[in-house]
């Protein structure tokens, strides 16, 4: 019954759009922004006589990563060479005169797109106390696309003591995360790499820094970006899994003056309990519709989640008169595109991971407005 109700309400609404195709209600992010912070953790590494690379080979056991590694572009360099003098000459150059692209050695050119991770693993010899030239390079084009990320730091030297290595990192990642302590693994324990980066990933809490914790998702909708906190339910983990391959985009139509819903293209285990929805409601029906509750309505539902701080009048205005695509992603919004579309509060402030808070923090960065600002 209420599929027939949908169809021809559809077609009423194709005509009615037809006849006010002009008020469709702006809804443009406040920042207009689209900005998103991926989910996968990147580890970077340099390696010359590959300590490095043999500790990135056990990390790269332990947890799921990409790996790049930053190859110099001048090939058989002998660094050891002369009392390590290449390596002196280029850290001295850049220790000179560290903010010119042109003090630092050239690398082979590096295909990343650091918006898909949000964890950042950087793992890099020490030289002469520092951090190797080839590894500064790479932070030096990149560090700037690091803001807010969470940075682990694992150095691997002979003997020598990791700080102006840390130094190093924070000049070149300037608004990078740090994660609480780094990982100095020198050639004496060399051997127990592997039980020392399991006990460093639990120190440093990697497995909640890094996670995109499957009770949350995003849902875009006109560039405006909401956090939905999901249900603890088989469908909702249904849905998860569907979009760890991907995102899904449908079209979504009014319904009833309380809901947008639209066929998500994919059937969901159901778990239908008889509720009342409330606005911000996600709600599976069917099986295989999404409805988007801006409104109220009590029926036998599965409810897959609930966008989280949104009020009817806000979502309304996103939501907008007639189809719309929305888009649901396991992606987590870097600056607050999470914002509300066009609304008339003056400030809106959210952490850097898309958490609204009620005040400026006292200390680090936060969003206001759509503005990352640092306190
Ligand atoms: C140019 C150069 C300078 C180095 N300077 C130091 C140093 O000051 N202190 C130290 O303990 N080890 C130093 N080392 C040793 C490396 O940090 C150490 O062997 C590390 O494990 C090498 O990592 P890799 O095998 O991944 O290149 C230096 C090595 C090179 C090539």
């Not at 010899?125 to 520092?130: H, I, N, R, T, V």
Request: aromatic share 10%; proline share 3%; glycine share 6%.
């Amino acid at each position: 019954m209420k599929h027939l109700l949908s169809k021809l309400y559809l077609v009423l609404t194709a005509v009615f759009m037809m006849a006010c195709s002009n008020e469709e209600v702006d809804a443009e992010p406040v920042d207009g922004g689209n900005q998103f912070i991926g989910s996968k953790t990147l580890i970077v590494y340099y390696s010359y006589t590959n300590h490095t690379e043999e500790i990135v080979a056990d990390l790269k056991g332990m947890i799921n990563a990409d790996v790049i590694e930053v190859e110099p572009e001048e090939k058989g360099l002998d660094y050891s060479a002369n009392n390590y003098a290449i390596g002196t000459e280029q850290l001295t150059k850049i220790k000179n005169n560290p903010g010119v692209e042109s003090s630092y050695p050239a690398i082979d050119p590096v295909d990343v797109d650091m918006s898909q991770y949000n964890t950042v693993i950087i793992a890099t010899p020490l030289w002469w106390s520092q951090m190797a030239s080839n590894m500064q390079t790479f932070l030096f084009k990149y560090g700037q696309e690091m803001d807010g990320k969470n940075i682990g730091l694992i150095v691997s030297s002979h003997s020598s003591g990791i700080s102006d290595v840390e130094a190093d990192a924070k000049r070149l990642v300037p608004n990078g995360q740090f994660m609480s302590k780094s990982l100095w693994i020198n050639n004496a324990n060399h051997s127990k790499r592997k039980s020392m980066l399991e006990q460093w990933l639990l120190d440093v809490d990697y497995t909640n820094l890094s996670a995109t914790t499957n009770n949350t998702m995003y849902l875009k909708i006109n560039n405006n970006i909401f956090t939905v906190d999901l249900e603890s339910n088989s469908s909702a983990e249904a849905l998860v899994d569907l979009l760890k391959e991907g995102d899904i985009t449908y079209e979504a139509h009014d319904y009833g003056d309380f809901e947008k819903v639209g066929e998500l293209g994919y059937t969901l285990p159901e778990d239908n309990k008889q509720i009342t929805t409330e606005p911000g409601d996600v709600i599976l029906y069917n099986g295989n519709n999404i409805c988007i509750f801006y409104g109220s309505n009590s029926w036998s539902y599965t409810r897959l989640g609930k966008i989280r701080d949104i009020n009817t009048d806000d979502l309304k205005k996103v939501l907008g008169n007639g189809d719309v695509a929305v888009t649901f992603t396991l992606a987590n919004p870097t600056f607050a595109s999470l914002t509300r579309a066009n609304s008339s509060e003056s400030k809106m402030i959210y952490s850097i991971n898309g958490t609204k808070l009620s005040q400026v923090p006292e200390k680090g960065f936060y969003i206001e407005n759509g503005v990352k600002k640092i306190k």
